[in-house]
């Protein structure tokens, strides 16, 4: 998995696109990306249970959204 994941994020950063890597979890990149987002109107996009809800809820405490549920449509 994480092979997979560096593979992409290598093929984006050759062609321009920025990367991060950020952990809800860990806490890494979370400082960084709450700085690169700072006044700026952003979207997240990504399939249910990667992880979307928790790194939003810590870049911002007073986001309380619920984790841990998979939508049942794409399970």
């Known amino acids: 998995e994480f092979r997979r994941v560096l593979f ?3 093929c984006y950063h050759a062609t321009g696109i920025r990367t991060l890597r950020v952990s ?3 806490g890494e990149g ?3 990306l709450r700085e690169i987002l700072q006044d700026k ?3 997240f ?3 249910s249970g990667v992880g ?3 790194i939003l809820n810590a870049l911002d405490e007073r986001c309380q959204i619920e ?3 998979v939508s ?3 399970g």
């Open 30 to 32: 979370i400082d960084a």
């Open 67 to 69: 984790t841990g549920g």
């Open 45 to 47: 996009t990504g399939n």
């Open 72 to 74: 049942k449509k794409l």
């Open 52 to 54: 979307k809800s928790s």
């Open 8 to 10: 992409r994020s290598q």
């Open 24 to 26: 809800a979890e860990t």
């Open 41 to 43: 109107v952003s979207v």
